[in-house]
C-alpha cells in the first residue's frame, strides 16, 4: 500500500524521500497502460504527480517543444487522474503559481479560485491540467512558486538567482522546499481536494534574497537589477515570466501553516553557505 510518486526531478525526489511509504516510479505517465500497472504493483493507494516538462535550460524550451510540454503537463495528468480514479486512489498534482501575471484582482493576493491569465505555454499547460483537476473528488492540486532551499541546484531559486548577471526588480511569493514537502504529506493524509497555494507567508524580492546570499554565501556577489520587461525586450528570455503574490486561504482553512519567508531565508541561506 504505497503513495506512488512520478517525476524523478527535482521535486520528485525530495517528495518520495520524505512521504511514508512513497515509492519514486520512472515512466512516462502519458502512458496509460504504464501508469494502470505501476499503480497496481505498487498497491497504490494515493499518488504523487512531480512529473512534468519544466523545459532546459528554462521554460523558453517548452515555446518551441509544444508538442512534448502538452503531453506531460497536461495528457499525462489526466491519464493519471483516470487511473487513480478507477482504483479509489487519492492524487496530489504539482502545480504552479506560475498561471497568474501580475497583481491579483483583490488585495491579499491572487486566490485559489481566480482565474488565470497565463501567458507562457509552460504556464499555459499547467493551467489547462488545473482547469480539468480541480473539480474531481479524487483530486487535489497543491500550487508552489520559484523554489528555494538548502542545498545548491541549478532548479533551487538561490542558485538560479546567483547566477544571473541580469536580475529583474520585483517581488513575487515563495515556496521552501522542505515545507512544501511537509505540506505535500498533509494533503495526502486528508485526501484532501481542489486548489492550494503552497507558498510561505510573505513576500520576497529578488533583491533581498540576493542581499541576504552576499550576506551568508558570498560578500563579493554583484549583479544588475532590471525592470521587469526589460527580461523580454532584452532579450534575456523569450517567454514572459510569471511574477505575482499568492493568497494560501485554503491551507489556512484546513489549519496548515508554513513559515514565514522572512523566517526561514536567512536559516536556508546558512545551510545554503554550508553546504555551497
Ligand atoms: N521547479 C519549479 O520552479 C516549479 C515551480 C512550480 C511548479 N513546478 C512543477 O513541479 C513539477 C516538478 O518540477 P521540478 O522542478 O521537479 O522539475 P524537473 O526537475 O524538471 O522534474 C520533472 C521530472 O518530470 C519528468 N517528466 C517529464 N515528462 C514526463 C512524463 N511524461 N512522464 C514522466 N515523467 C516526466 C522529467 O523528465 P525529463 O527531464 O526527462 O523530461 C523530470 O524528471 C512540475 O510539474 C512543475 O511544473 C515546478
Known amino acids: ?19 511514508p511509504d512513497a515509492v519514486l516510479v520512472p515512466g512516462d505517465i502519458s502512458d496509460a497502460a504504464f501508469v494502470r500497472e505501476a499503480l497496481a504493483a505498487h498497491e497504490a493507494v494515493a499518488v504523487v504527480n512531480a512529473a512534468g516538462k519544466t523545459g532546459r535550460p528554462n521554460v523558453d524550451w517548452c515555446e518551441t517543444h509544444q508538442r512534448e510540454t502538452y503531453r506531460s503537463n497536461v495528457i499525462g495528468p489526466l491519464v493519471l487522474a483516470e487511473a487513480c480514479e478507477a482504483r479509489g486512489a487519492y492524487m496530489l498534482h504539482v502545480g504552479s503559481g506560475c498561471v497568474f501575471y501580475g497583481p491579483s484582482p483583490s488585495p491579499g493576493g491572487w486566490r485559489e479560485d481566480d482565474f488565470a491569465n497565463p501567458i507562457s505555454y509552460y504556464s499555459r499547460t499547467k493551467y489547462a491540467a488545473d482547469l480539468a483537476l480541480a473539480p474531481l473528488a479524487h483530486v487535489g492540486v497543491a500550487r508552489l512558486r520559484m523554489p528555494l532551499d538548502g542545498a545548491p541546484n541549478p532548479r533551487n531559486l538561490i542558485t538560479k538567482l546567483s547566477r544571473y548577471p ?17 505540506v505535500a504529506g498533509e494533503l495526502v493524509q486528508r485526501r484532501a481536494q481542489g486548489v492550494f497555494h503552497v507558498t510561505n507567508p510573505g513576500v520576497m524580492r529578488h533583491r533581498d534574497l540576493l542581499a541576504a546570499y552576499r550576506a551568508h554565501v558570498d560578500a563579493a556577489h554583484a549583479a544588475e537589477f532590471i525592470a521587469a520587461d526589460q527580461l523580454t525586450a532584452r532579450g534575456l528570455a523569450s517567454a514572459a515570466r510569471s511574477n505575482c503574490i499568492l493568497a494560501s486561504d485554503r491551507l489556512a482553512a484546513l489549519g496548515i501553516a ?19
Open 258 to 276: 508554513m513559515p514565514p519567508i522572512e523566517v526561514a531565508l536567512p536559516r536556508l541561506m546558512a545551510e545554503y553557505a554550508r553546504r555551497a
Open 166 to 182: 541580469f536580475v529583474i526588480d520585483v517581488e513575487n511569493s515563495v515556496t521552501v522546499v522542505d515545507d512544501f514537502v511537509a
Open 1 to 19: 500500500m504505497k503513495t506512488v510518486v512520478f517525476g524523478p526531478g527535482y521535486l520528485g525526489h525530495r517528495l518520495a524521500a520524505a512521504l
